[in-house]
């Protein structure tokens, strides 16, 4: 049995990826390493947790003598890497925690991968998840390639990038079989309430202001998660060893247009009337150092391995509010607690 350790498996994207290679895989054994922070939650996994091919294992990558003893016991065959602190905001707050995540989380998870597999790289896999955020910030023209130079402007991309780059140095130096994908912004069932669209969602829910930051005119290209999750899948089996794939949802929106249709399907869905939520929209102070536009181009993953985003925005962005609006308990359990200092300190001073 191919064993797989997924990390991060308790967040947002580890949690769609882990239900998608436990159900399709029966013959794999995911093995979900997380430390369960605040993003990590093992209700997004509970229709799967009673599986015979998954096991929860709660642990952190920066204990590196716990990961050689998880190797010695588990013998993982390939690693999917998700685990990560991913808000932006909290990385401009305090960017030394993702120093340690980040960074010094993925050396150890190599070195553990290195001394455990101990030269023998046949069918072993170190598959690093990473961000279009290394690529810095884009005019109003022109698209993120594989190719483009990393130019990471926040606490978080930097420390993502440098976690690329020791991924591929590990497999320049040591020969350790890597690949390594960077996606644009994923949206979805499970996302955390502090990234854009869930927050904006938990706040039009709640008739609470919704906080666009400078004129709202930065531009992302949203993908959905389970297109993401798809993307992994067959990076995973098909990708070409020590090649990096850019993955994007061909789906760009300015922040104000995108909240203004959420705004207008969250209506609908409440049965509010026509224009209510709009008037939540206020405009803040700017993130600092903020990127005015991500855009993937994807022709790499297209052409070689067939990879195209399967859902729409409009359909996936329904898709999502209906989830949230049905899982309010997930909401209010996630939302209660250290999250609403989290919001305080964030948005009320
Ligand atoms: P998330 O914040 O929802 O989940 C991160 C998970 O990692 C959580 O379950 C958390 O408990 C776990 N974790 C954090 N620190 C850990 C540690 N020290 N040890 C073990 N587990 C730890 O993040 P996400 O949005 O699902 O992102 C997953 C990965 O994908 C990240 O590497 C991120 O950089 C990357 N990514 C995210 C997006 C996006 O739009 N969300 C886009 C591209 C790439
Ligand atoms: O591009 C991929 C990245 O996308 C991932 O690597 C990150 O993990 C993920 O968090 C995301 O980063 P962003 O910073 O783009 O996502 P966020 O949802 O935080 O913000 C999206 C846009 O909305 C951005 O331009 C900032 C803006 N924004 C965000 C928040 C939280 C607001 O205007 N108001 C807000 O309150």
């Given at each position: 049995m191919n064993s797989i350790l997924i990390t991060g498996g308790a967040g947002f994207i580890g949690s769609h990826v882990v239900r998608l290679f436990?159900?399709?895989?029966?013959?794999?054994?995911?093995?979900?390493?997380?430390?369960?922070?605040?993003a990590g939650n093992l209700e997004n996994l509970k229709d799967i947790e009673g599986k015979?091919?998954?096991?929860?294992?709660?642990?952190?990558?920066i204990d590196e003598s716990t990961l050689n003893a998880l190797f010695k016991t588990y013998r993982f065959e390939s690693i999917i890497h998700l685990a990560a602190e991913s808000?932006?905001?909290?990385?401009?707050e305090d960017p030394l925690l993702f120093v340690k995540t980040n960074i010094i989380g993925t050396i150890n998870l190599l070195n553990a991968a290195k001394k455990n597999w101990k030269g023998n790289f046949i069918n072993k896999l170190f598959y690093?998840?990473?961000?279009?955020?290394?690529?810095?910030?884009?005019?109003?023209?022109?698209?993120?390639?594989?190719?483009?130079?990393?130019?990471?402007?926040?606490?978080y991309s930097a420390s993502k990038a440098s976690s690329d780059h020791f991924v591929r140095a590990y497999g320049?130096?040591?020969?350790?079989?890597?690949?390594?994908?960077?996606?644009?912004?994923?949206?979805?069932?499970?996302?955390f309430p502090e990234k854009l669209i869930p927050l904006f969602i938990n706040n039009i829910i709640n008739n609470k202001e919704l906080p666009v930051y400078g004129d709202g005119n930065y531009t992302r290209d949203w993908l959905y998660v389970k297109?993401?999750?798809?993307?992994?899948?067959?990076v995973f089996h098909k990708g070409k060893q020590g090649n990096t794939y850019n993955i994007g949802g061909l789906n760009e929106w300015k922040n104000i247009d995108l909240v203004q249709l959420l705004c207008q399907q969250m209506d609908v869905a409440l049965g509010r009337k026509k224009g209510i939520s709009e008037k939540l929209i206020t405009f803040v102070k700017d993130r600092p150092g903020h990127d005015l536009r991500y855009a993937i181009d994807a022709s790499k993953i297209k052409n070689e391995l067939g990879w195209t985003p399967s859902v729409t925005f409009e359909e996936g962005l329904k898709e999502t509010i209906y989830w949230y609006l049905n899982n309010q308990i997930w909401l209010n359990n996630v939302t209660s607690g250290a999250y609403?200092?989290?919001?305080?300190?964030?948005y009320c001073n």
């Open positions: 436990v159900e399709k895989y029966p013959h794999y054994h995911i093995f979900n390493l997380d430390s369960l922070t605040y015979p091919n998954y096991t929860f294992i709660k642990a952190d990558i808000h932006v905001d909290r990385s401009i690093h998840v990473s961000t279009d955020e290394v690529y810095g910030t884009l005019g109003e023209t022109g698209l993120f390639t594989e190719t483009t130079a990393y130019n990471p402007n926040s606490p320049e130096t040591y020969g350790l079989p890597y690949v390594i994908t960077n996606c644009s912004n994923n949206y979805g069932q499970n996302q297109d993401h999750a798809i993307a992994i899948d067959l609403q200092s989290y919001y305080k300190k964030q």
